[in-house]
């Protein structure tokens, strides 16, 4: 070591090298005056070339140590603003001690082999990604290369290189708006994973990223001057190297066809507070909406997604105005210690959205609906809501003091359940967020299910046990969607953790493929079934080895909506998903039928997968005192109505049983036939074997077709009261409280 710690150390070089590392100690409060002199040196070679290194660091309060080694082999590889390749010559200028005292270094290489343009590159490792230092560096060719200005202590790594800059391939927008098209870049070539790439200006056509695009390791995407960039619907833009938005307007695209993502970061991200992400809404119900935007806001409400929908809740405030005024969007308060947590918004003209912050949004449609008509059941139009900000990207933890914070309270109405939001601009892996006190349970809203003024249902996804049942809800939650979370202890706020490795690039939802036998009942308006719409609402059953009949594993409790729901009940728990024991015949699922109406008609489809063969589940209807087989070789549905009795629209009037099926003896089960079959349309058709039976026949829709039903000898005849269409139908034939359903062919 030349030097200490209170004195500069002097140092005579005549001939040689030192071939291994060399230490100098700078002294207290040493000022840098860029010299490369023998006040800086550090004579070192590779073992045969004597390449030297100047190394003149600013240093405080303290002295610093600084070590130099030169090697004639380089591992690194050409990071931003490089070309390739780099010299094999290379340095290391590292900080022995005293790192907290220096403040800025200049750095010299000496080297006979340095060309004119060559610049200086510094990397965090020996064999990493070596970035051009700027600005521009100081060269005598065949001499030495030394930095124009010093390179502050918090971006100094100590490992060196040079070698020729590279030019990055710029954006010119001469031919049309694709990334995908070479004629719209300076290099006459669409940017590959070698190409440093700038966006500085928009004219003459903007930049749309029409392909899905990596921004490699050590390779840079940088906005400047006027540039723009818009990631088409469905396309991808992932960072593993350096990424500058530079404040610019970057638009992350949603329609039909697609929603635009940021992929997965493992470079960096600067200037992304000027982003604008979309959420399309496809034509559906005139529903609400679980919706949270992945920016937090620079504007109001009123300048983002109220433009794509009206926002209704006063006669101020930014509100749309209506005859009632009543409010259309709401917060969801995670700690009320009493109450629903449903809040109304204040205004829209003062209010900023938040990232990962979950809101309930009315959705008309687009702002061309007539507020003064009628409420209509369905949206006038498809729409796309839109929010511009600072993007979230990062590690996001929420717990009981976050925004959103988890709940944790003992409120038995919001009862441990958290609205929460997707905090990406990209789908996220439910199996991977990590849960900590959370259940692996979340619940979405589907706008589409539902009855009447319910217009929508909770789906509940279960990492072991899948969806419940009646949406399109999985284990990929998309961007611009919030859900529900649920605490595994009532009063104890879980942690949800996401991280960038948690994003997942697809937006299709995958369910398991384990052979793993189910039950699942969806709730049907028999006119909605007919059309092919959505359920009321769904439930499902799962039956392994690896669950119990106690609550646990794959359980998922029912978060109920208004209107008409249907559940699962074990230990004394609502349930959307009940996740059981293998089935035996002792076996039964209790439902809940949640506020049906009084004198409606209703039909349960009922879906088994990977059953029993020996066994046999039955439908039970507490009010009618029937018991109806259940097919598991295809969709089964089970119609019934309600009447003015409480009894019929009752929560607890349906229960599925099992039986063995060798125990199926009775005749009228096993012997039953009817006749002809295939009939001809217009005709009746007979049932043979019994004399007295109550018949009902429905569509595959479950629609009942009125019938006369006449005892004709030793069968009984049946006569559609209206002509019939070519198809197949249901005969239901309940003789003592036992129901068959036979299919009868009508040609």
Known sequence: TLGTATAAGTLTYTAGQIAGPFARTFATSSTSTASYDATTLFPVGDGTNYIPIHIDPVNGAGPVVMRAQAFNTNSGSAGIGMNSPLSN?????????GSSNLTSCFIGLNDAQIATGNVIAQSASAAGFYNAIAPASTVAAGVSIRTATAIPAAS???????????VANTWTGTTSNSWNTASNWSANAVPTSIDDILINNNSPFEPVMDIDVTIPAGKSLTLSGTGTLTIAPGKVLTIAGTANFGARPVAFKSDATGTAMLGLLTGTLTGASNVTVERFIPSGKRAFRLLSPAVTTTNFISGNWQQGTHITGGASGGFDATETNNPSMFTYDNLVVTGSGWTPIANTNATNLTAGVGYRVLVRGDRTVNLTAASADAMNAATTLSATGTLRTGTVTLNSSSTPAINSTTNPTTAGFSLVGNPYQSAVDWHLVTKSGIEDTYYAWAPNMGSGAARGNYVAYNVSTGNSGGGSVGQFIQPGQAFFVKNTTLGTAGTLTFQEAHKATTSANVFRTAITPSLAVALYDPNELAIGAYPIDATKAVFSSEYTNELGLGDAAKLEAAGENIAWFRNNTKLAIDAAAPVTTSDELVMKTMRLGANKNYTFKIETTNFDSALTPYLVDNFLNTQTEIATSQ??????ATTSNQASYSENRFKIVFQNRALNTDDFVKNIKIYPNPAQAGGSFYIDGITEASVS???VVGQNIPVTVMSQGNAIQVTPN?????GVYLVS???????KQVKWIVE
């Open 156 to 166: 100094y790594t100590g490992f060196f290189t040079y070698g020729s800059p590279s």
């Open 697 to 699: 026949v429905y569509n």
């Open 722 to 726: 209206a002509g019939l269409s070519k």
């Open 635 to 640: 969709a089964f549905l089970a119609s019934f």
């Open 89 to 97: 010559d290379r340095w290391e200028a590292l900080v022995t001690s």
């Open 733 to 739: 034939i309940t003789v003592q409280g036992m129901t």
